[in-house]
């Protein structure tokens, strides 16, 4: 579990830089740099959708498809801060786990 800064802030999770999901899940299965892998929970915020409106979550499950990260245990990460990354993405292959380490 962990606490994630996500700087995806256009994602309908992004509560002032803070991620509101339950749970995410990184992909990356062959990943060796962090831009290899993406947030596949990113849904973009659309114009006159709501936005999530519940508070950032300090620990955060996270699912992780990227076998080579060393934070890696059985699928779920072990970091205890996570990074996103992906200003103004679209998709979800436009973010990033910028905490991912080879």
Do not use: L, W
């Not at 339950?22 to 290899?36: F, L, M, Y």
């Not at 996570?82 to 436009?94: R, T």
């Amino acid at each position: 579990m962990a606490k994630i800064v996500c700087t995806v802030t256009n994602c309908y999770y992004n509560n002032r830089m803070g991620c509101c999901a339950p749970a995410i899940t990184v992909d990356g299965n062959s990943a060796v740099e962090s831009r290899q892998t993406c947030c596949e929970t990113f849904i973009e915020q659309k114009p006159g959708v709501k936005s999530s409106v519940s508070e950032p979550n300090s620990n955060t499950e996270i699912k992780c498809g990227a076998v080579k990260c060393v934070f890696n245990k059985a699928g779920i990460c072990q970091s205890a801060d996570v990074v996103v990354n992906g200003k103004n993405a679209q998709v979800s292959e436009e973010t990033c786990c910028s905490t991912f380490k080879s």
